[in-house]
């Protein structure tokens, strides 16, 4: 095998070449050698600079490193193009010759076998055969794609010489076996095969797509709890109920039928029952209650209070009221908390 030495290597290659039957084959093989022999002879570049592959479909090129690649750039912009147009207005819809392009540069070596062998062939290759300068060709009006390397794109394109504006490659990258490649695509790129830049999040799989807003969320098992929302079961509603009924400092301790008659729930000790002579609007007796079963939670939302026996008192005060034949369990009507007799206080 020979030494590495640096080349510029030029690719072309015959779109849609496997859907043509033999007799159009031969003929966009004999266009395809003609068109790349007059484009680089025009530039100089005659057979002495250069060593072809034959490739069936393509062709391609090994060109001295000394020839002028400005001129092979400035000739695949302006003369491959007219050269395509000339062959193609006399020939059948069947005999339709398009081009796909490469341009770069790198070493390569050549075996006893007069194979090509190098790495940087091997990326123009990949170049040649992306889905985006496929799709590039397809979108075209005209019947030519080019693509440079990043190499070319440094050395050459980007100070703009005359007959290669700068303007007019765009960066790409296109995907590889061995990974993403950078090159430089001549005219605009194809909708959507372009995979250079972010694209943004996806939603993950099996989701909607869509987020809770901050704080949103399913509620927990304590949701409900001392908030006044939320359903609460019939022990958490009692509880509460106790913990709202618990003596305090402004509070007395309410009566309950389980500590027996004029009995604290907490202690069982005898509550101030009020002045014997409590009476109530009529002038009589208030009747003494009669135990009654034990009542269940109220529901969440009223003021419920229950009595099972003597006469409640809060703070000294007695409840009179409307509550005739009331013996246990709710107290509903006007009720009043004051002296007795039910004057309001």
């Known amino acids: 095998m020979t030494d590495p030495v640096s080349r510029t290597i030029l690719l072309l ?31 100089g570049i005659d057979e002495r600079l250069r060593l072809r592959a034959d490739r069936g479909d393509s062709v391609m090129e090994l060109i001295d490193a000394n020839a002028s690649v400005t001129g092979l750039l400035r000739a695949l912009l302006t003369e491959v193009p007219a050269l395509l147009r000339g062959v193609n207005r006399t020939a059948s819809s069947s005999a339709q010759i398009r081009l796909r392009g490469v341009v770069a540069t790198g070493y390569v070596a050549v075996d006893t076998y007069d194979g090509w062998v190098g790495s940087d062939l091997n990326h123009a290759c990949r170049l040649l055969d ?10 075209r009006p005209d019947d030519f794609a080019l693509c440079v390397s990043e190499g070319v794109h440094a050395g050459i394109v980007r100070h703009s010489h005359p007959g290669i504006p700068a303007d007019g490659f765009h960066p790409v990258t296109v995907d590889s ?58 022990t958490e509603a009692q509880a509460g109920t106790e913990a709202a009924e618990a003596p305090g400092p402004d509070r007395p301790a309410r009566t309950d039928q389980s500590a027996g008659p004029g ?77 007795a007799g039910g004057e309001p206080a």
């Open 13 to 43: 290659d015959i779109e849609k070449y496997s859907d043509r039957d033999d007799v159009e084959q031969a003929y966009l093989r004999r266009m395809l050698y003609d068109i790349t022999d007059r484009a680089l002879e025009s530039t």
């Open 130 to 139: 992306a889905q985006l300068l496929r799709a590039a060709l397809r979108e």
């Open 177 to 234: 076996k061995n990974g993403p490649l950078r090159a430089w695509l001549h005219g605009p790129v194809p909708y959507g095969a372009d995979d250079h830049g972010e694209r943004g999040g996806t939603p993950a799989p099996g989701g909607s797509g869509e987020s809770p807003a901050p704080g949103a969320g399913a509620p927990g098992p304590e949701a409900g709890r001392g908030t006044g929302t939320g359903p609460r079961t019939g």
């Open 263 to 339: 009995r604290t729930a907490e202690s069982g000790q005898p509550v101030d029952a009020g002045p014997p002579d409590a009476t109530d609007r009529s002038g009589r007796p208030e009747p003494e209650p009669e135990s009654q079963p034990e009542q269940p939670a109220a529901p969440p939302g009223n003021v419920v209070f229950n009595f099972g026996g003597g006469s409640p008192s809060f703070g000294g005060s007695l409840v009179a009221g409307d509550q005739h034949g009331v013996s246990g369990g709710q107290v509903t009507g006007d009720v009043h908390l004051g002296r």
